[in-house]
């Protein structure tokens, strides 16, 4: 688990290959890197517990990066590069980051994200650690990636992780998992098909490798080139969400016949509810190797569930692992198997939203439970089915959309006077942004208007939380205090396929 070690035993092999260039880092040179890197931090006054944030595209610098930060003891925030200045300057000072690295590539979102931190690019980076030790550091501890999940005020939140400050090469909890629950070993060759600075593709990642596997990793997902690569690698394990495996059987038959997946022995999946049709026909094609596992960024609750328990209870998403699963009333009494409620867990580690005491506050009960705010009901035999999500959001693609941050922007726009955002569902996408508008002037709402709006809301916020679908209404549906009756325009629009 001690990436030096891993480098002594296993020396040339690759530890990272990337799927596009075909580039590689064998574990010698990830160790090497990494601990020049690692020597640049301590010079820069970086100390355990300090903060970084990475703004870098996915690519091999990426990982001598994470790798120091994890060998050093730091707690470090990647960033996700689709995010507009503002955007990324808010993580980025919010997590306290006193130093950003930045990918060459992103150097103009990079200067407006820093902010008052320094800021290092990777071929900077590389350049002044090329002259440092290539050994480790002196008392090397644990660090941990602390992730940016968005709140309900629109605002991400930064789940805070507990350093441990044991030594390195302890490892961390999915590490460990990863080997148990799922087979990971030296053997193993890992398709990493998201963007890194999502919580799983990067932590997957780093699992693989800590359990001496190599990590194949996509510049961006495309479903033949995720096919190519298994058989091309002989990957024994991909981790997909269900807007991908959509797209892969969308290709034409003989196409996804000319692809080589005997050597798949595990095919992960989560982040979004996948349709009962979707995973039967995933089955049917990759044969008996789905895993499907439900957890937050928040690391808790983890549930889990192969391919031959979900064909005996399709729809479900698992057992948790190391936790009890609770479903509760709204006045917190605990329901019975088959009744739906808040899912709340009991028996897990406990997490923190960074600088939000209060949100924190409200995913505890007072027995000590935790909730990631979704709804669902367990069968007979404690197996979870998810009922919805958090309220009001929206899961596209295997990303958290909020609406609240959407409506924010347009409500500013001169020709809104109120408007909704929720989600509508898509074949491809599990779910799309929708806005429903009232417009400032009766009658005025038209194609060349919701055009305008969407437009609007991409100048101003990330493309992918910009509806894509708007229709209009000459009025919404609120309470005499003025809250929005969000599920009322939910419920008329699924039915009635809007935005579509």
């Known amino acids: ?288 190797t789905l895993s499907e596992y439900y957890a937050g960024s928040e690391g808790t609750g983890f549930c889990m569930i192969d391919t031959p328990a979900w064909l005996t209870h399709k729809g479900s998403v698992g057992r948790p692992l190391r936790s009890e699963v609770h479903i509760c009333s709204d006045d917190g009494t605990e329901l019975p198997a088959g009744s739906t409620g808040t899912i709340w867990f009991s028996g897990t580690q406990r997490f923190e939203y960074h600088n939000d005491p209060a949100k924190t506050a409200s995913a505890y009960n007072e027995r000590g439970w935790n909730t990631l705010g979704d709804m669902g009901y367990v069968d007979d035999e404690g197996y979870l089915y998810l009922a919805d999500r958090r309220t009001d959001l929206i899961l596209s693609g295997g990303v958290n959309i909020y609406p609240r941050e959407i409506e924010d922007v347009l409500a500013l726009h001169p020709a809104v006077a109120d408007v909704a955002v929720f989600g509508v569902p898509d074949e491809e996408m599990g779910q799309r942004v929708h806005a429903v508008v009232q417009p400032a002037v009766a009658g005025s709402g038209s194609p060349s208007l919701g055009d305008e709006l969407i437009g609007y809301c991409r100048s101003r916020i990330a493309h992918y939380k910009a509806p894509r679908s708007v229709s209009f209404a000459s009025e919404l549906p609120r309470t005499p205090s003025g809250k929005m009756l969000r599920r009322v325009l939910v419920d008329q629009y699924r039915s009635s396929g809007a935005g579509s």
């Open 1 to 288: 688990m001690n990436l030096t070690d891993l480098a002594r035993s296993l020396d040339g092999k690759p530890a990272v290959i990337m799927g596009g260039s075909g580039e590689r880092m064998s574990y010698a040179e990830l160790e090497r890197r990494s601990n020049q890197v690692g020597h640049l931090f301590r010079s820069r006054g970086l100390r355990p517990g300090d903060h970084i944030a990475v703004l870098m595209s996915n690519g091999l610098d990426l990982f001598p990066v994470v790798w120091a930060a994890q060998r050093t003891g730091l707690l470090y925030t990647l960033v996700n590069w689709h995010l507009s200045g503002d955007e990324a300057a808010y993580i980025v000072a919010d997590c306290g980051a006193r130093l950003l690295v930045s990918s060459d590539d992103l150097e103009d979102l990079a200067a407006a994200a820093a902010g008052s931190a320094e800021r290092l690019t990777a071929s900077e980076l590389v350049v002044s650690a090329a002259a440092l030790p290539g050994t480790p550091v002196p008392g090397e501890v644990e660090g941990y990636y602390m992730f940016y999940s968005s709140g309900t005020t629109g605002r991400p939140k930064g789940i805070m992780p507990e350093l441990t400050g044991q030594p390195f090469g302890t490892g961390l909890n999915i590490d460990s998992m990863m080997r148990s629950a799922f087979g990971f070993s030296e053997a193993s060759v890992y398709l990493s098909t998201g963007p890194l600075y999502h919580a799983a593709p990067l932590g997957w990642s780093i699992g693989t490798i800590r359990n001496g596997g190599t990590v194949v990793v996509m510049e961006r997902f495309d479903a033949e080139q995720a096919l190519a690569l298994i058989g091309r690698y002989q990957v024994t394990h991909g981790q997909f969400v269900p807007t991908m495996f959509v797209r892969m059987l969308k290709l034409p038959p003989a196409t996804r016949s000319g692809f080589d997946v005997s050597s798949l022995r595990v095919a992960v999946h989560a982040a979004a509810p996948v349709s009962v049709e979707v995973k039967e026909r995933m089955i049917d094609w990759f044969g008996p």
